[in-house]
């Protein structure tokens, strides 16, 4: 079973930049999806970015022109940069790959933003 492993969480101001990584303890073959969820307190988990294997790029319209989601090639799991982040920003953050061999995720890693 593949392990994923969140990191790059913290404290951080508003309209600072955080970049959240995911490790693998293997590489993920024949992914179909891989993503960042964030869950906030009282909230529902919500998508943030993702990426298809086949089609564009996808973000929350909350983060649009200050998330960017990439791809690590060689484990296949997502990074996430984010600039000029705001309170509404905090939750916990989740990685996420789908592939044929199954769902995987982190345990997640939290995001504060707050003067």
């Known amino acids: 079973q593949v392990q994923l492993v969140e990191s790059g969480g913290g404290l951080v101001q508003p309209g600072g930049s955080l970049r959240l990584s995911c490790a693998a303890s293997?590489?993920?073959?024949?992914?179909?999806?891989m993503g960042w969820y964030r869950q906030a307190p009282g909230k529902q988990r919500e998508l943030v970015a993702g990426i298809p294997r086949i089609g564009l790029v996808s973000y929350a319209d909350s983060v649009k022109g200050r998330f960017t989601i990439s791809r690590d090639i060689a484990k296949n799991t997502p990074s996430l940069q984010m600039n000029n982040l705001k309170p509404e920003d905090t939750a916990v953050y989740y990685c996420?790959?789908?592939?044929?061999?199954?769902?995987?995720w982190g345990q997640g890693t939290q995001v504060t933003v707050s003067s």
């Open positions: 293997a590489r993920i073959l024949s992914f179909s999806y």
């Open positions: 996420n790959v789908q592939s044929q061999y199954g769902n995987y």
